[in-house]
Structure formats: C-alpha cells, structure tokens
C-alpha cells in the first residue's frame, strides 16, 4: 500500500522515517474522498480544488496535495522545490503537501507506484470502441487472473494517474484504456504505465478539429505501439488499413484481427441477433468457433476479436476466453428502454462520432419496426466536419422512414439524406434538442423503434428522460 513515505520521497528525493501513514487511493473529488485518500487539489478554469480541502477532510481524506499556502487553515508541509523541511517530524493527522504542481506530483506519484508493482498492463486505445474493448477485456482476463480496469473514462492525463493509485499488489493484470487529443499525449500515459499489450481499436475522425488530421491521429494512437516492449504484443485491426500500418512502428510482437482471412484471428458468417446479441465464425489456425455473444450490433465482432485475441496472447484456453466473451454483464453505453406507448428507444447518447453513428444506425437496421433516428450534430471532425454528417446522412435515408436532426451541424445530415431519396416530409431539423420532444411525444407508439445519438456536449440524454418521465 502506498504511504506518505513514498510520497514525500517521490517529491523529495528523501524517504523519511516513520511517515508509515497509509493512502487508500487519490482523488481529484471531494465528494467521491473515502477514509485514507489522498487529495489532489486542482485549479481548474470554473471550479479550484483547494477550496474544498476541508471537506476532503471531513469525508476522511490523509493527506491533500495542494501547489498554495493553506497554512491559514490547515497544517502544512512545504515541500515546493522537491526540498524536505529541516527537522521534518511525519505527520500522525490529516495534513497538507504543498508541492509546485499538485497534478506533476500526482503523476510523478502515479508513475512511481506502477514500478512498485507486478503485473501486466493492457493498454487500450482507438477513436472507437475503447470502454466496451476494455470491459471485455477484463470479462476475459478475469477468467484466470485478478483484474483490474480503470473505472469510466479515467483515461487522461488526470484519471490515468488516479486509475493506477487504486492499484494493488494482488492485482495480476490491469486493463486501461487510453485517450487521445494531442501528439504526445498517449507516450506520456504509456511512461506511467508501462503496458506489455497494447490493442488499437480503429482509426476514425473524431478529435480531428484538435489533432489536425486523420494521419495526425493516427500518428497519436501509434504512440501506444511504440511504447511496447520487444516481448510484448500488438493487437492491431487488420481491416482499418491506418492501424495495419502501425505493424512497421512497434518492436513488439503483431497479432492481427479482423474479418480478412490474411489476420492471425478473423471471423466470419456474422449474423445481428438485434438486442439478443451477434452469431459468428471464429477462426484461429486451424480452429473454427461457432459463438454467440451478448453484445449487440454486427460491428461488435471486432469488440469480441479483440477480447479474444488478449486472451489467446495472454495464453488462455478457449474455454476461459468464450466463458469471459459470454458475460451477460459486460458494461454497454446503449441502452434500451419502451416508452408506455411501447415504443423501443435506443440509448446511445455517450457521444457521436461519424464511425459510432454509422455503427448505430446498422444496429437500427437489424432489429424489426418502424425505424426513427433522432441524430445530434457530431463535434470536433475538423477537417472531415461535412464529409462525416454527409456520411451519416446518406446512410439514414437507407434505414430509416423518419429522421429527426438537432444543431446547426445537424443541417448537414438533413440534406444529405434529402439528396439519398428520402421525402422532405420524412426529416425534420430543430435548433436544441428538446425541440424535438413535443413532436416525438405526440407520434411514437408501439412498432417504433427510436435511435438517440449526438455528440456529449449536446446532452441528447435528456430527450430520453423527458420522453421517460411523460410517456
């Protein structure tokens, strides 16, 4: 367990006697603090950590990073220039750290403890289908090893940190996904936690707006391939032709997936069960699998390539990998729920990207009745802004008999499924989302089958909750 000794010799270079005080995990969170936490006061831009220390201590909080004088309030250890205080006596109550930079000194903190352990890492990243690759995951894993992986999106430079404080000596593999919005961020989450697989989901254009460029983007996700030592493994889609590519960028060893029969791991006879799940071929070698999974929508066989693929390099019999792939609780972003006019909504209003919402869509076109999109407009596509709604909009018009849109983006999927053959009375575009409630109340009923999906910023989640709460 981590304890203030290793705290102050991360930031000191000094390892005191005596400071045998213990952290249970950190937190950025005052609300979220439980007994023995270690609190890391961040300024933010609306919201400054150091104002809430105090309740940070009240829920039981140790000990509280902080990079400004609280002397006022709280006892205070300066440690500002990695300098221990002369005469330094360990603290036997909640006290105060004061560093130069309370995030620096949480990674450095982070980093150091990762060395402290033993256990592999599998690093998970793509511009879709990270969380549902990293639940997966770890359904699998879990089969043979404890596992752990991080929790929700912890998956920057902030929440990588805090992911890995919760890790223990008992833990045997660790499942982490990694986020990506600039060069030179996922090497930065690789040096903190030394992965040995690394998995790379697809190469899309969300984020492009701050990348740059789809190339750009990919030259970030590879960042993770590089960092992989020589006995280590990639596991690289083989059917998106960006992460095949990244095969000439790892020492590691290659593991390729996909449905092309050149990948080491491919399916095939992919059959949409709708919300009962998918059918499929594996094959591996000279092996086939005829499987049935859980999760749902034909483009999750790439979700279950890669599970089983970590599993098959982590030298697991197929036994345990199809027991893991079988899980009925495998976390989903979508959600199905009926309306008391027995109308089916689709959930899917974590975010939108133009790749996500393709995928959705197919899932629509699977599943019998009367098939409505209700899409938001799609944030952050740069460059490929136009060329990703037009995309979107070409393909609701080949699935859907009603299409609602929301944003001033939303324009753009409204004529670019008008320009596909669908009538004109069929779209309708509304300026926000709750815009949309009145029309969807008034003309939903059993048969309909609803998709909701936009970008996060647009909080499309409350059309359901307003369709939930009056239905």
């Known amino acids: 367990m981590l304890t203030l000794a290793d705290i102050v010799e991360v930031i000191t270079g000094i390892r005191p006697a005596g400071a045998s005080l213990a952290i249970s995990e950190a937190s950025i969170d005052s609300r979220q603090v439980i007994p023995g936490s270690l609190f890391v006061a961040l300024p933010g831009e609306r919201v400054d950590g150091h104002n809430f220390v105090a309740e940070a201590f009240r829920r039981g909080a140790q000990i509280a990073l902080v990079q ?66 990293k639940e997966l995951v770890a359904e699998v894993l879990s089969q043979r090893y404890r596992t752990f992986k991080n929790p929700g999106n912890l998956n920057n430079e902030i929440g990588l940190p805090l992911t890995l404080l919760r890790l223990g000596r008992g833990h045997e593999r660790a499942v982490l996904e990694m986020g990506f919005y600039v060069s030179g961020e996922i090497a930065f989450l690789c040096d903190l936690a030394l992965p040995t697989i690394g998995v790379v989901t697809n190469v899309g254009t969300v984020h492009a707006e701050r990348a740059g460029s789809q190339a750009a983007i990919a030259q970030g996700k590879a960042e993770l391939i590089q960092a992989l030592p020589g006995d280590g493994w990639a596991i690289l889609n083989y059917d998106d032709e960006w992460v095949r590519a990244m095969a000439g960028q790892t020492q590691a060893r290659i593991f390729f997936y996909g449905l092309d029969k050149s990948a080491d791991l491919w399916a095939d006879r992919i059959e949409g069960l709708g919300l009962e799940g998918i059918r499929f071929r594996l094959h591996y070698h000279n092996e086939v699998l005829h499987l049935r999974v859980p999760l749902i929508g034909r483009h999750s066989v790439h979700t279950a390539l890669r599970a089983a693929a970590v599993g ?160």
């Open 68 to 133: 400004r004088d609280l002397s006022g309030d709280f006892p205070v250890v300066d440690l500002r220039g990695g300098h221990l205080p002369e005469g330094f006596q360990a603290p036997t109550t909640a006290c105060c750290l004061w560093v130069d930079d309370s995030l620096q000194a949480l990674q450095a903190i982070a980093r150091y403890w990762r060395r402290k352990l033993d256990l592999t890492v599998i690093g998970i990243t793509g511009s879709v289908g990270k969380s549902t690759t």
């Open 312 to 471: 098959l390099v982590e030298g697991l019999s197929w036994q345990e990998i199809v027991s893991g792939l079988q899980q009925g609780h495998t976390q989903l972003r979508l959600v199905a729920v009926h309306t008391q006019t027995g109308a089916l909504i689709l959930d899917d209003t974590y975010n939108a990207s133009p790749e996500s919402t393709l995928a959705a869509l197919n899932l629509l076109a699977e599943i019998e009745g009367h098939h409505i999109a209700v899409l938001g407009e799609m944030l952050e596509l740069g460059y490929y802004e136009k060329q990703g709604h037009e995309m979107v909009g070409v393909r609701a018009a080949e699935v859907c008999q009603q299409l609602y849109v929301v944003g001033e983006r939303g324009k753009i999927i409204h004529e670019a499924a008008r320009r596909a053959g669908m009538p004109a009375s069929s779209i309708l575009w509304v300026k926000e989302p709750l815009d949309i409630v009145p029309y969807l109340k008034d003309n939903l009923q059993e048969g309909d089958v609803v998709l909701i999906k936009g970008s996060h910023g647009l909080r499309m989640d409350r059309i359901v909750s307003a369709l939930e709460v009056a239905s």
